[in-house]
């Protein structure tokens, strides 16, 4: 439009995601503090010689300047601030960000205020990038974008009638968010027997600064039935399967097995030693 | 999807042949029309010999039982090909990958095509690519192979993509590389990102 200046914004952005538009350009979906979640447009960011292409990447934490389009704002400028290094060289935490990155985008709406969610985004991929335990990252992400969003799961008392549950004897329904005791649980078909290890972790990451959260040891077996329940809870709120999560558990199946054959590796090179020393004397 | 066009057409054979062609990836309406008035111009034998190749390609095109490329004999010329390093196998996401690869000449290898890469915002998980095809082949056909190099693309889906592949592969004793990162021919270094430009000063070489 000539004859008339662009209005254009300036605002920090995390990068959620992106899509292609045509031959080079990308429909890249941010999360902003003031605007919340919004697709812009990125043009020729395909090509190899894109000014924009590399601080567009997911994962990216930058400054961006839009120019107010019709349907869509256009991305003008473009200036990584973070691109949390260290969580780019390792699956592990890796994954977790993939599914840091697809809560936030399934529990925000188009243009809708989530200045909240951005913080907790900002913190846990700082806390991954930094080498903090990714369970306690994910778990305290997980219970903050909850309560943040209005879906706060109840580990305390019992949904049904109100009163404290033990940890030992509780109910856990995914769908409602929260435990049961006993004589509630047993009117419905919804709920299964939570492991008491899993249900007093969960109440320490809900309860305790993370700080305090973070020096809980957790065995790769307690990690694993703890990052269950936690997915299953996400799953019904997001109402849709998170692939992400699916995503994160594969990948730590296979640490697990990679690790299995590590150790036999090192055992197999003992044994071989200990047979060369017992043959040099 | 018939905006655009001559509402005289509505329904015709000629809007029939714009609407193929609008639906192709990268033609426009107006590319359509163009494409769709040269058919209608063009010999009889030329409009023949392009719809006898659409069918062709759909009927005799199949997946490489080895590589998972498209081909249309199986195995493929490049699994076929005896004189092919066969130690060595180049992961790609897709079909193209293999000719841009094959193009620079300076890989003699094997190739295994994924069809995709992890990338949970678009739903596809490790299942959806052809990860387990690799691993047979591997263990069935390629017993020599001693390195495996991840040429997925340098993003967020590539990276996840080489990481998980090496560690289902390290277990098997194969050494599991990914191309090397920098700045690209032409590139301008005050526009680089930081991950790239961190990435070229780390692998920097003698001058």
Known sequence: ?281 | MDDGFDPQLGGSPIARLVDAFHRLPGIGPKSAQRLAYYILRAPEQEARDLAEALIEVKQSVVLCSRCQNVTDRDPCRVCADTSRDRTVICVVEEPLDVVAIDRTGGFRGLYHVLHGVISPSDGVGPEDLKINELLARIRDFDQDVAEVIVATNPNLEGEATSMYLARLLRPLGLKVTRLARGLPAGADLEYADDVTLGRAMEFRQEA
Not at chain 1, 70 to 95: K, W
Not at chain 1, 183 to 203: S, Y
């Open chain 1, 1 to 281: 439009m000539p004859g008339r200046a662009p209005r254009v914004t300036k605002t920090e952005a995390i990068v959620l995601r992106y899509r292609r538009l045509g031959e080079a350009d990308r429909i890249v979906t941010l999360l902003t503090p003031h605007r919340g979640k919004v697709d812009v447009v990125a043009k020729g960011v395909l090509r190899s010689r894109s000014r924009l292409a590399g601080h567009l990447e997911p994962l990216t934490l930058l400054e961006v300047v839009l120019a107010h389009g019709r349907s869509m704002d256009v991305v003008t400028q473009a200036q990584a601030v973070e691109s949390f290094g260290p969580i780019h060289n390792d699956l592990d935490r890796l994954s977790a960000a993939m599914y840091f990155l697809e809560l936030a985008d399934r529990l925000t709406v188009e243009h809708a205020e989530a200045e909240a969610v951005y913080r907790l985004l900002h913190v846990a991929l700082t806390r991954l990038a930094r080498g903090d335990g990714q369970q306690v990252v994910s778990r305290t992400f997980e219970l903050g974008l909850l309560e943040a969003t209005g879906f706060r799961p109840e580990l305390t008392v019992c949904l049904g009638c109100g009163q404290p549950v033990g940890a030992d004897r509780a109910s856990w329904s995914a769908v409602e968010g929260g435990v049961y005791c006993a004589a509630c649980a047993a009117k419905r078909d919804d709920v299964f027997v939570i492991d008491p290890t899993v249900l007093r972790v969960l109440r320490a990451y809900q309860s305790q600064p993370y700080e305090e959260a973070g020096r809980i040891r957790l065995s790769d077996d307690l990690a694993a039935r703890l990052e269950g329940v936690m997915h299953s809870v996400m799953h019904a709120v997001a109402e849709r399967e998170l692939r992400s999560a699916r995503f994160v558990s594969a990948s730590r199946r296979a640490r697990v097995l990679a690790e299995a054959y590590e150790a036999e590796q090192g055992d197999e090179a003992n044994e071989a030693g200990e047979v060369e020393a017992s043959a040099e004397v």
